[in-house]
């Protein structure tokens, strides 16, 4: 049940109605929510949720206590305002408290698509029938997720403020397999305009990269020049293994802090044509435009031109340090030069190895951002322009920064919409990357 | 102002203020009228469904309480509390799945969502290739309450934020530490499960992850290190809060956290290394647990955690590691996350080996999954992480069984020539398959000639499944072995979380590759 803007505030109204506290703040989501899973081509589970939750969030004399329901009764939502207030009154004062928003302005998102909302049960089973039934006609087993999801937030203050905002996405990932096992390709794609999710494309580009792939040849570790697809660029950046958090970057614990105590803001630590912006009014992303807290959104620059330009500010920090918070990201990466497509990466190499995407990504080293992790579902060697032959998959071990610095960085592609391969559904625009030099430290049997 | 202060301001300012009770304690006092609301809503769903043309169904009304208190050195960053509870109704129509959930918990709406869980099952049966079974399970009436001393929903507020802000104190003594977070979270699971065969199942679950992480940064070299505490969660009370040495942990997290700064760096290459519990069981868990997982075996989570490099055709002939590695797999152990009496298909907890005598010999399994390799029974693997997810196999503990000397952890550092000692999990990483992993940890200590010799930092080990298992010379004996486990462990699509734990002893793993993992910036 997706929840209209009367009914959140109306929910936000009764909520706030019965604090007596100094402050509050309430967050109404709700959530329509369904799935079609299959693998071994055949269908798996599928099902739907529907669901709201409400939290509420008090300061008593600048103590804080929080409360969330799931239950929207008068009694219960009552009851969350109790519940928060209490502990409110047994918590020390927050020392980072600041006054919840009064009414702030909200530049509208472009996210919500009615026809999403209406995914249509039997078409969606046929749509996917068709992809198993491409994967039977060639002779591999297909495997993948369907999902369409509808949410709503709310948000509103003691001090006035109300923001409401909704967003739909859909999407299909597919992963197929030869039946030997010796051969694997992965596709995936999501939208918030459901007659903009292509879903036969994505079954044939699955399909052609697991053919493709069979007869993987096995090379040495190393280091190698790579064609990054947008996708494994997408895997990298999600990962959590580059934070841009200011704080940290302040107190020392960040790839952006520098000896003597200074941050990195203002040097240029990657490559000049490399910009990482946040914008979550970009057409192709039309994220949420603000926090739950109702912090509004802003275009900004982490990255211009290869210059750290900006951190990310929570409310408290920004106050610390007299910056502007940042309210949520929405991460782009996109070349300051004409993007490159990944054919012309690949015509104009002379070696590389062509990567699909990354998996299991974990930070091992905060302090230059670095991660390891494995390529998957389609590695194939290059050579003078031309695609030879499939290559085993790697273990890598990579400095995320060092791998967009200066020198580094060969070719940008065009930025794209594409969700992290590993259990991610919130899309970034990020474009494929040729680059000099990526460590492949072991060889993986894994297909 | 600090705590001490604080509490004294309290008493007089909030008097004996306590948390109003939440709707469920003033449920709980007419017990008998609960369990007739529920059994009334799922005689409603299960008939509904069956109008409809479900052979099968279940639904399970769970309610969810959770509360998590964060802080950062002498300040408290978070309290909150939450309580999350609806239902969800499974049906097989026509050989399909359909599942459906909401948090509107009244007959109108359960009936209404069996409608759209048949619907979603109907829809679904027209393309589908392969029916499901269901091996067959007895239907039971059963209560059960996990194994936990002190509920920590009754344990004060006051008490838990004295006790991380007092572990916060001893860590910011320490010369040298810059910062420290500490935090507690606490899950209670209220699982009402019914189905259409006549089951009918309550279980109160109480599980919790207290843990701690201390940084030391050199500003001048603007180097930082961190140490993260080596307790890890557990299907326990607050007992665990007041008999595990939380204190005396954190003032040696602290000193290790500042030593790692002028630590000995590795120099990369093969080295034997003996593994603490601390540590070894997310290896466990990574390559022995989620390999033996028989839906990742037959391709049914290749579009997102993998397969396994495991095949059914190898169970009980490929040797997955030295004759000394025994696997168990349970739900039954006193404090493992993984432990209840049912599962969601309504399957008992069971004990069974997964890899014996160093041969790989059995699986995972659910009532779904068991037919398929031949299996007449289900070893009770199905789970959700909430009302609202669709149920599907998931780890049970899995355990590595200690040696049958009781060997110490000294022992096992006598017999290496040059190695290393590793203690907590850092890092970790596995590929889709199972095959090729790399862990780091918190601590690292050198061994050289049967004594540790000197602290390292910056290693990392990598190995291949089978490789490491099958370098395995000894193992502690019953004084060593340790439980820890999981809060978050990922899978599925979409995306569920299991908790799950992990018991071994200390062991030791001859000639693994090493890594330094530190990256130059300059």
Redesign the interface.
């Known amino acids: 049940m997706l929840l209209t803007e009367a009914a959140s505030r109306e929910i936000t109204r009764k909520v706030l109605g019965s604090v007596t506290a100094d402050d509050a703040v309430v967050t109404v989501d709700s959530l329509d929510y369904s799935h079609l899973r299959f693998a071994a081509n055949t269908f798996l589970t599928s099902g739907r949720r529907e669901g709201v939750s409400v939290r509420v969030t008090t300061w008593i004399g600048r103590r804080r206590g929080s409360a969330s329901t799931t239950d929207v009764s008068d009694a219960a939502l009552k009851q969350a305002v109790e519940d928060a207030q209490a502990f409110a009154k047994l918590s020390p004062i927050d020392v980072e408290y600041l006054p919840s928003l009064s009414q702030q302005t909200y530049k509208p998102g472009g996210g919500y698509v009615d026809a999403t909302a209406r995914v249509d049960l039997p078409a969606r089973a046929r749509q996917i029938s068709e992809a198993i039934a491409q994967s039977e006609k060639v002779k591999v087993v297909g495997a993948g997720f369907h999902q369409a999801r509808l949410t709503a937030r709310a948000s509103a203050t003691a001090h006035g403020n109300f923001h409401y905002e909704r967003e739909s996405l859909v999407g299909l990932g597919m992963t197929a397999r030869t039946p030997d096992g010796a051969g694997s390709g992965y596709f995936s794609r999501n939208h918030f305009d459901v007659a903009r999710l292509d879903t036969a494309r994505i079954a044939r580009e699955a399909i052609r990269r697991a053919s493709d792939s069979r007869g993987a040849r096995m090379l040495p570790a190393g280091a190698y020049p790579v064609i990054l697809e947008a996708q494994a660029v997408a895997d990298l950046l999600d990962s959590g293994g580059m934070s841009f958090d200011a704080r940290n970057a302040d107190e020392g614990r960040s790839v952006f802090s520098l000896p003597g105590g200074a941050t990195r803001v203002g040097t240029r630590l990657f490559d000049p044509r490399v910009n990482i912006v946040s914008d979550p009014w970009r057409p192709e992303l039309s994220k949420f435009t603000a926090a739950d807290d109702g912090l509004p959104a802003q275009t900004m620059y982490l990255v211009r031109n290869g210059m750290v330009e900006s951190l990310r500010y929570t409310r408290f920090w920004a106050q610390q340090k007299n910056r502007q918070p940042s309210g949520p990201l929405a991460l782009i990466l996109e070349p300051s030069t004409p993007g490159v497509s990944v054919d012309e990466m690949i015509r104009t190499a002379k070696r590389a190895l062509l990567v699909t995407r990354f998996f299991y990504i974990r930070t091992v080293d905060p302090r230059s951002a670095s991660v390891t992790g494995l390529t998957r579902d389609g590695v194939w060697y290059v050579e003078d322009g031309e695609i030879k032959y499939p290559v085993r998959n790697f273990r890598f071990n990579q400095s995320i920064v060092l791998m967009l610095g200066p020198g580094n960085v060969d070719q940008i592609g065009v930025p794209e919409r594409v969700a992290s391969s590993e259990g991610g559904i919130d899309p970034l625009l990020v474009p494929a990357l040729r680059l000099n030099a990526f460590n492949f430290t072991s060889q993986s049997d894994a297909v | 102002?600090i705590?001490r202060e604080?509490l004294k301001a309290?008493s007089t300012a909030?008097g004996a203020?306590?948390?109003?009770p939440?709707?469920l304690e003033r449920e709980a006092a007419a017990a008998a009228e609960v369990d007739a609301v529920k059994s009334a809503l799922a005689e409603a769903a299960l008939t509904r469904a069956r109008v409809l043309g479900a052979s099968y169904a279940d639904i399970r009304i769970n309610r969810y309480r959770s509360e998590s208190i964060t802080t950062r050195e002498q300040?408290?960053?978070?309290?909150?509390?939450?309580?999350?509870?609806?239902f969800?109704i499974r049906v097989l129509v026509n050989g399909?799945?359909?599942?459906?959930?909401?948090?509107?918990v009244t007959a109108d709406e359960v009936r209404r969502v069996a409608q759209?869980?048949v619907?979603?099952?109907r829809?679904?049966a027209?393309?589908?290739?392969?029916r499901v079974t269901l091996a067959p399970v007895d239907s039971v009436t059963a209560n059960w309450k996990s194994a936990f001393e002190k509920d920590p929903f009754d344990v004060?507020?006051?008490d838990k934020?004295e006790l991380l802000l007092a572990l916060n104190a001893i860590a910011m003594k320490t010369t040298g530490v810059?910062?420290v977070n500490s935090s507690m979270a606490w899950v209670n699971e209220q699982r009402f499960l019914a189905t259409s065969e006549g089951s009918r199942i309550e279980q109160y679950l109480i599980r919790g992850q207290p843990q701690f992480n201390v940084?030391a940064?050199n500003?001048?070299?603007?180097?930082?290190q961190t140490r993260r505490s080596f307790g890890g969660p557990q299907a326990r009370g607050y007992e665990y809060m007041e008999k595990y040495p939380w204190k005396a942990e954190v003032q040696q997290a602290a000193d290790e956290a500042v030593a790692k700064l002028k630590a000995t760096p590795v120099e990369p290459g093969r080295y034997d290394l003996v593994i603490h519990p601390t540590n070894l069981w997310l290896t466990i868990h990574e390559s022995c647990g989620h390999s033996t997982e028989l839906d990742r075996a037959?391709?049914?989570?290749?579009?997102?955690a993998?397969?396994s490099?495991l095949t059914p055709d190898q169970a009980g002939k490929l040797r997955f590691g030295s004759p000394l590695v025994n696997i168990v797999a349970d739900r039954v152990q006193t404090t493992g996350l993984a432990t209840v009496a049912y599962d969601d298909d309504g399957v008992p907890a069971q004990r069974w080996y997964l890899v014996k005598d160093g041969i790989f010999v059995d699986w995972q399994t659910t009532r779904d999954l068991a037919p398929l390799i031949g299996r007449k029974t289900s070893y009770g693997c199905l789970n959700a992480d909430s009302w609202?997810?669709?149920p599907?196999a998931r780890m049970p503990n899995v355990s590595l069984e200690p040696g049958a000397q009781d060997t110490s952890l000294d022992e096992l550092v006598a017999g290496v020539e040059k190695g290393i000692l590793i203690y907590g999990d850092g890092?970790?990483?596995?590929?889709?398959?199972?095959?090729?992993f790399?862990f780091?940890g918190q601590t690292f200590w050198e061994i050289s000639k049967g004594k540790v010799a000197g602290m390292m930092r910056?290693v990392?080990y990598?190995s291949?499944s089978t490789d490491f298992w099958g370098a395995c010379d000894a193992l502690g004996g019953r004084s060593t072995y340790q439980l820890n486990g999981s809060f978050v462990d990922?899978k599925g699509?979409?995306?569920q979380v299991g908790v799950v734990s992990h018991g071994c002893p200390a062991a030791r793993f001859r000639q693994i590759?090493v890594?330094n993992?530190?990256?130059?910036?300059t």
């Open positions: 102002m705590r604080f309290a909030v203020a306590t948390l109003a939440w709707l300040q408290v960053q978070n309290v909150a509390r939450s309580q999350d509870f609806g969800g399909a799945w359909g599942f459906a959930a909401s948090s509107v759209v869980a619907d979603i099952a829809a679904n027209a393309f589908q290739r392969k004060p507020l006051d934020i810059s910062f940084t940064v500003r001048e070299s603007g180097d930082f037959l391709w049914w989570e290749a579009d997102y993998g397969t490099f609202g997810s669709v599907f890092s970790w990483s596995i590929d889709q398959q199972r095959y090729n790399q780091g910056d990392a990598q291949r990922g699509e979409p995306g590759n890594l993992t530190s990256v130059s910036m």
